[in-house]
């Protein structure tokens, strides 16, 4: 059974058209399914335990990132598997799992390509992709084996589950994650130059002489400092595509 959950901008009149393909292409595939359209007055959560009690196995994401970001930790806890159907400009999951926009991630949908994935967790939150941070007087400990201090204020920090960083791919199904270093050095007059440091843990806590933002790509969503961020190895199944970057 197949359940659909559509983003609350597709209400907008200008997706009634792409909404329809979708629907037809579900339609013809033999996929389509009850449809739930997201809202701040519904309390979705509660909305999707019912929908799974009762049954449903599979829970169709329709919109972007965001979108997926929200979903994915609402539903994180269950055991379905999730599929994206993409819509709008910022589909960068959707493009890392091999997954074409609109009506032409429907057919993908249909074959049911599943890969048990990891997820990132920082503090009692869930992230599929990665978490940057950026700032100085940062502490990094790793594994509760070795510690990383990082005093300068040049320093950009991406701690990746699912990502094309640095030209590297993070593998979602190693049960690790991909930390990477950069340090930009500013030079007068002259071009700057940056260090690149690349590391794999399994935890990382991230403490600060002050407390700072860490930015979460999945929803856009700011976490502050201290926090403990850990991979769950395969805790999720996802429907991916054949093109996917892992």
Known sequence: MYYYLYDSKLND??????IARIETRLTDLGINGKINRLSFLKNINQVLAEEIKRGVK?????????TIGQVINLIADFNITIGIIPIGPNNNIARLL?????ESACDIISSRIIKKMDLGKINNYYFLTSL????????????????IN???????INISNLNSCYDTISDPTDGKLDIFIENVQNRLFRKNRSTLSHLKNKTIRVTSDKTIPIFLSDERKIIKTPADVDIIPKKIKMIVGKRRYF
């Open 13 to 18: 009149k200008k997706y009634t058209n792409i």
């Open 58 to 66: 599979t829970i169709i994401i329709v919109g972007d990132d965001k």
């Open 98 to 102: 091999g997954l074409p926009s609109e």
């Open 132 to 147: 940057e941070i950026g700032g100085k007087n940062i502490t990094l400990e790793c594994d509760k084996n070795y510690i």
């Open 150 to 156: 990082l005093q300068e204020n040049n320093n950009i």
